[in-house]
């Protein structure tokens, strides 16, 4: 980071402190090349320490001794101390002075300001010592499977709090714009698609915007006159925030930035995407598992990605699902190398032994976070690896969305993995909404009692008795987030105030229909279908019960072959009805007992 200029102390917000001295300055990162803010303060405890601005800084600890020529600096991530051989003179009547460092290799300029306060500067990139915090709106958000959007409709979707419509323009690309109207701020998710020119319309007054936001047709002032419609295309005010998309791993993704920097900007950053699925061969891969599942949770997305991460819960959570308490693996969770292969853009990085079915031993997998959602687990297998990740997308205060699919390369006789490519989607899905049941009433009732009193959990340290191995992961995590980097989450680095969560009813919390089902094409077919024959075995039913009365009532014996096929033909219609309503509770509501 090199200093550019001195700022005034109000330019951070938070600079005046209690029993601290705030100088606030000004410097351009060369890594990413943009301008951040930061301040040093001086404690009575003698530590200075940069603070975050609001759109990034870098993250690092100043610490001197009580011999100021044996003082010595120490950035937040396991960085060795680095002493100083100069003596640095920090008397009251320097205000600013610039000293070189001979001896301590990263470091290039100090910086004073006034007594006891100082900063580090870096002018090449120090990975390993400057961290910027993470701007949460300069990022890559999955909100949707891109094969389950209906190109003929606009869909609503939520990302950070904010509301955003995806439509489908002209050029069959998927494109975003603000959930608002400029004319009278109705939701336009509401609206249609144009299919002449597959333009969004606004269904209050029929304005029409293209894929960029721009107004291309507003009926009441072309009733005036062609030119007066141009007019108000023409104005700025007509337009609607339009946001940049991509699609990757079959995902649709959302920058959640407006305006043409942020295109611009978000063009040269690729989203966050699986280590491995591009060095796997189709020939390669013998199976794909749960194929593009979402659903959403009504749980904050940090503790969320808390428990994605945290697989010593599965035994116990997922018990008889995917797991089992009862097993001789169910306790073996061995963590080590943690942040060993951190790169710039991970969040934390771990290798975990441990048994994912709960039969077979445990294996080796490698897990990273790369911020802001994916979560991703790699098996090695011998040179062919295995894969399953998840990305998490925070849509609000108390709610996220996951996402998952799994890559498998494990040798299976071919019959096998064809009959397996085969199989509709709902199948795994079915499979997949039971697992996260297992633990979605804990996790939501975690975040009404921790959003309630901490909003970003800041206290997890003091709150949390995090006392094995295990919950390695779970540090790993909170470090990040709740540290300089993560800042506590999206919602505490913009200031936005906290919105008291409200505790659902458990139907609520599993909710399956309105948390995917109504979402995903296969599992809405498959529901319609199950519904469909529930309604004819009734009729079935019914009409074989006419047929057993009239026969009866004719005399025939009840014994006789057509009295017991009617009587035998409604009991299994009846049966069967009984069978597929309770196929049907797995797409709605079913209650996960752990009583059992």
């Known amino acids: 980071m090199i200093l550019n200029q001195p700022l005034h102390d109000g330019y951070l917000r938070g600079a005046d402190q209690t029993h601290s001295r705030t100088t606030s300055i000004l410097g351009r990162n060369p890594i990413s090349g943009r301008d951040v803010g930061c301040h040093a303060q001086n404690f009575h405890t003698r530590q200075a320490s940069f603070r975050p601005a609001y759109f990034g800084s870098a993250s690092i600890s100043c610490r001197f001794g009580n011999q100021l020529d044996q003082g010595h600096w120490q950035a937040e991530r396991n960085v060795p101390d680095v002493r100083l051989s100069s003596k640095i003179n920090l008397s009251p009547e320097i205000n600013s002075s610039q000293r070189q460092i001979p001896q301590a290799e990263q470091v290039v300029q100090l910086t004073m300001h006034a007594c006891h306060t100082c900063c580090f500067f870096w002018q090449r990139n120090c990975r390993s010592f400057v961290q910027e915090t993470f701007d949460w709106r300069a990022q890559w958000y999955p909100v949707a499977v891109v094969n389950d959007l209906d190109p003929s409709r606009p869909h609503a979707t939520k990302l950070l709090g904010d509301d ?15 959930d608002k109207c400029s004319h009278r701020l109705a939701p336009l998710s509401q609206g249609r698609i144009e299919p002449s020119d597959s333009t969004l319309m606004c269904s209050y007054h029929g304005w029409r915007f293209n894929g960029e936001g721009h107004a291309v047709s507003i009926p009441q002032a072309h009733f005036q006159s062609l030119a007066a419609e141009q007019a108000a295309c023409n104005s700025t005010r007509s337009c609607v925030k339009s946001y940049p998309t991509q699609v990757q791993e079959g995902l649709l993704f959302i920058w959640p930035t407006s305006g043409p920097e942020s295109f611009v900007h978000s063009s040269a950053v690729s989203a966050a995407g699986s280590q491995i699925t591009n060095q796997i061969s189709s020939e390669d891969i013998t199976f794909q598992h749960t194929m593009h599942f979402q659903r959403d949770f009504p749980v904050p997305y940090d503790i969320v990605v808390e428990n994605i991460g945290d697989q010593s819960h599965v035994p116990f959570a997922h018990h008889g699902v995917a797991g089992s308490r009862t097993s001789d693996w169910a306790n073996h969770f061995k963590l080590s190398a943690v942040n060993r292969d951190l790169k710039q853009t991970d969040g934390y990085t771990y290798d975990l032994e441990w048994s994912p079915s709960g039969v077979n ?56 993995s064809w009959l397996l490519s085969k199989r509709p989607r709902w199948l795994d899905h079915l499979v997949l909404n039971e697992v996260f049941d297992g633990d979605m009433a804990y996790l939501h009732q975690a975040g009404v009692i921790t959003k309630g009193q901490d909003a970003s ?18 540090t790993a995590w909170r470090k990040w987030y709740n540290g300089a980097r993560g800042q506590g989450g999206p919602f505490k680095a913009e200031g936005t105030p906290l919105v008291p969560p409200t505790p659902l009813k458990r139907e609520d919390i599993l909710d399956r229909y309105a948390q995917h089902v109504k979402s995903c094409p296969s599992c809405s077919k498959a529901l319609r279908g199950v519904q469909t024959g529930q309604q004819a075995l009734q009729a079935a039913a019914a009409v074989l019960f006419l047929v057993l009365a009239a026969q009866l009532g004719q005399g025939t014996s009840p014994v006789s072959w057509p009295a017991a096929t009617a009587a035998s033909g409604s009991i299994v219609s009846l049966v069967l009805r009984g069978w597929l309503h309770g196929i049907e509770k797995k797409f709605t509501y079913e209650n996960y007992d752990h009583a059992k």
């Open 361 to 416: 031993a445990p294996s080796l997998q490698h897990v990273s976070f790369t911020p802001p959602s994916l979560i991703e687990y790699v098996t090695p297998n011998e040179g062919k690896p295995s894969t399953v990740w998840f990305y998490i997308t925070p849509l609000d205060q108390h709610n996220c969305r996951v996402f998952s699919h799994s890559v498998g390369c494990d040798p299976i006789p071919k019959p096998i």
């Open 164 to 178: 955003y419509v995806l439509m489908r323009d002209a050029d069959k690309v998927w494109r975003c714009l603000e």
């Open 457 to 474: 959990l800041d206290s997890w340290a003091r709150n949390y008795f995090l006392a094995s191995e295990a919950d390695r992961s779970v």
